[in-house]
């Protein structure tokens, strides 16, 4: 409570427990005025107020300022442009793949299709060998014989079905190859058989007159694209 002296206006912070029994006689410090201090009729008791933090206006964008919109993460980095070209991208891609896949998957069709793609495979490291053909040379045997001054060169071998349905025998390409394994000669054999039956084999014979200056190593026996002419003797 504060009191205040009636004479010199000095004020008095006290103890309002000191009231308790009423008024009581008081003098200032200052001036030495006496005087009956009693309790006010109305005491100011401080009481907090409610809530002093003032309400945050509610947001509105001035006028002068942009809306603010949806935040859209990274949209910023795709113009309309880019967004399109990026699809054209992976559509082509998509694409790519898909054809590459199917090159893939199809090798064993494609290489009987066209066997020089044989090369294209291997130079991309795909085993083509895992596609598993349909026919399938066994037995191959090669003899060199000579008659007077002419060298023949004999193959003979097997010709298998490996799968449980009839096949048809494209012509056979036949190879005589050096030591190095270039080919030295080759050509064709027709089929001993138009079709062979499930899982079922025929023999086949063939033979050239090779030159007589050449060391043939090797034979290497091909199986050629029906519909389609081989390289032919040489
Ligand atoms: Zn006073």
Same mark, same amino acid.
């Not at 880019?82 to 992976?90: I, N, P, V, Y």
């Not at 898909?98 to 494609?110: D, Q, T």
């Not at 349909?134 to 060199?144: C, G, P, Y």
């Not at 000579?146 to 023949?152: A, I, L, N, P």
């Given at each position: ?10 004020? %008095?912070?006290?103890? #309002?427990?000191? @009231? +308790? ?24 008791? *401080? ?11 509610? %947001? ?18 795709? &113009? ?22 199917? @090159? ?16 294209? *495979? ?8 895992? !596609?598993?053909? =349909?026919?399938? @040379? ?7 014989? *000579? ?6 060169? @004999? ?5 298998? /079905? ?9 012509? #056979? =390409? !036949? ?25 079922? +084999?025929?023999?086949?014979? &063939? ?5 007589? /200056? ?13 519909? =389609? ?6």
């Amino acid at each position: 409570m504060i009191l205040e002296c009636p004479s010199c206006r000095t004020r %008095y912070l006290v103890q #309002i427990g000191l @009231f +308790a029994q009423g008024g009581r006689q008081v003098r200032c410090v200052r001036c030495r005025h006496e005087w009956r201090a009693s309790l006010p009729v109305h005491i100011d008791v *401080y009481m907090p107020p409610p809530d002093l933090t003032p309400e945050p206006p509610p %947001y509105e964008p001035a006028a002068n300022l942009p809306a603010v919109t949806k935040a859209r993460p990274f949209a910023f980095l795709f &113009t309309d442009k880019t967004k399109k070209l990026a699809q054209h991208t992976a559509k082509i891609a998509f694409f790519a793949a898909l054809i590459i896949l199917s @090159f893939v998957a199809l090798r064993g069709v494609i290489v009987r299709f066209d066997p020089h793609l044989i090369t294209l *495979y291997r130079a991309a490291d795909i085993d083509v060998a895992r !596609a598993r053909p =349909k026919l399938a @040379f066994e037995q191959v045997s090669s003899n060199i014989k *000579y008659d007077g001054g002419t060298m023949h060169l @004999f193959v003979d071998g097997v010709i298998r /079905n490996t799968t449980s349905r009839e096949q048809q025998v494209p012509d #056979i =390409k !036949a190879m005589a190859l050096g030591p190095d394994g270039s080919v030295i000669q080759s050509w064709q054999v027709s089929s001993p058989a138009t079709t062979i039956e499930a899982n079922g +084999a025929v023999s086949f014979h &063939t033979g050239i007159n090779t030159p007589m /200056n050449q060391t043939i190593e090797n034979v290497r026996l091909e199986f050629v694209a029906q519909g =389609k002419a081989g390289d032919g003797g040489s």
